[in-house]
C-alpha cells in the first residue's frame, strides 16, 4: 500500500540554523513527491514537487528536497531558518499511473523557530 | 482567480444535525477530494471525484456522502453528525500529473 512517513512530529531550530526534514515514502512505481506548509489557520501551499528529472528540486521560499529513490526518500532542506518558517509541514505522494488519483500525505512535522 | 473556495469556514453543530459543506474550483480541474486533518493523523483521505458525476470512497469514507453534479463543485454531506466528526475539512482539486491545490478549510465542531 502506498504510504508516507515522516519520522519527526515536532523539530525545534534556531533562527538562521538549517533544516532538514525527513520524508520515506512507499509506492509501487517512481511516485510523484510534494512538500506542502501550513501556517496555523490555513490551507496547505505548495513548497516544491518532484515528477521526474534532476533529483535536487528548488521551491519557494529557499527551501529545496533531494529525491533518492535507493533510500525511498525525499527530504527537505533550508540552509538559513527564518522566523516566518515556523508552520508544519507535509510529505505527500500524488498519483503517477494510469488509474491512480490519490495524493497521500505524512503526518506533518511541526516546526518551531527560536529567534 | 479564487482558486478552490470553501464554504463556510467554521460550523458549529449538535449531534444528530446534518450539514453540507460546499467546495468550489475555478481552474477547470478534472479531480476534487475531501480530507479531513485531525492533529498528529495529517490529513485523510475521504472522497474524491475523477470527473462530474463520479465520486469514490477514499480512506475514511464511514458517516459522510458526496455529491459532484458539476465539474466545479464538490459537496461533502454529514447526514447525522457525530463528535468524532469535529475536524478541520479540506477540499483540494488537481489535474492528471499536477500538484493538489487546497482551500483554507472548513472548522467543523459537533457537540
Known amino acids: 500500500a502506498q504510504s508516507v512517513t515522516q519520522p519527526d512530529i515536532h523539530i525545534t531550530v534556531s533562527e538562521g540554523a538549517s533544516l532538514e526534514l525527513r520524508c520515506n515514502y512507499s509506492?509501487?512505481?517512481?511516485?510523484?513527491l510534494f512538500w506542502y506548509v501550513q501556517s496555523p489557520g490555513q490551507g496547505l501551499q505548495l513548497l516544491l514537487k518532484?515528477?521526474?528529472?534532476?533529483?535536487l528540486v528548488q521551491g519557494i521560499k529557499g527551501f529545496e528536497a533531494e529525491f533518492k529513490r535507493s533510500q525511498s526518500s525525499f527530504n527537505l532542506r533550508k540552509p538559513s531558518v527564518h522566523w516566518s518558517d515556523a508552520a508544519e509541514y507535509f510529505c505527500a505522494v500524488g498519483p503517477s499511473t494510469p488509474g491512480t488519483y490519490k495524493y497521500i500525505f505524512g503526518t506533518g512535522t511541526r516546526l518551531k523557530v527560536l529567534a | 482567480n479564487a482558486g478552490v473556495t470553501q464554504t463556510p469556514k467554521f460550523r458549529v453543530l449538535k449531534t444528530g444535525q446534518s450539514m453540507t459543506l460546499l467546495c468550489a474550483q475555478d481552474m477547470n480541474h478534472e479531480y476534487m477530494y475531501w480530507y479531513r486533518q485531525d492533529p498528529g493523523m495529517g490529513l485523510r483521505l475521504i472522497h474524491y471525484?475523477?470527473?462530474?458525476?463520479?465520486?469514490a470512497k477514499g480512506e475514511v469514507p464511514d458517516g459522510y456522502n458526496v455529491s459532484r453534479l458539476k465539474k466545479q463543485n464538490f459537496l461533502l454531506g454529514l447526514e447525522s453528525a457525530a463528535p468524532s466528526q469535529t475536524s478541520v475539512y479540506f477540499c483540494?482539486?488537481?489535474?492528471?500529473?499536477?500538484?493538489?491545490?487546497f482551500g483554507q478549510g472548513t472548522r467543523l465542531t459537533v457537540v
Open positions: 483540494a482539486s488537481s489535474l492528471w500529473n499536477t500538484e493538489a491545490f
Open positions: 471525484s475523477v470527473g462530474e458525476g463520479t465520486t
Open positions: 509506492y509501487g512505481a517512481t511516485p510523484y
Open positions: 518532484y515528477f521526474s528529472g534532476d533529483t
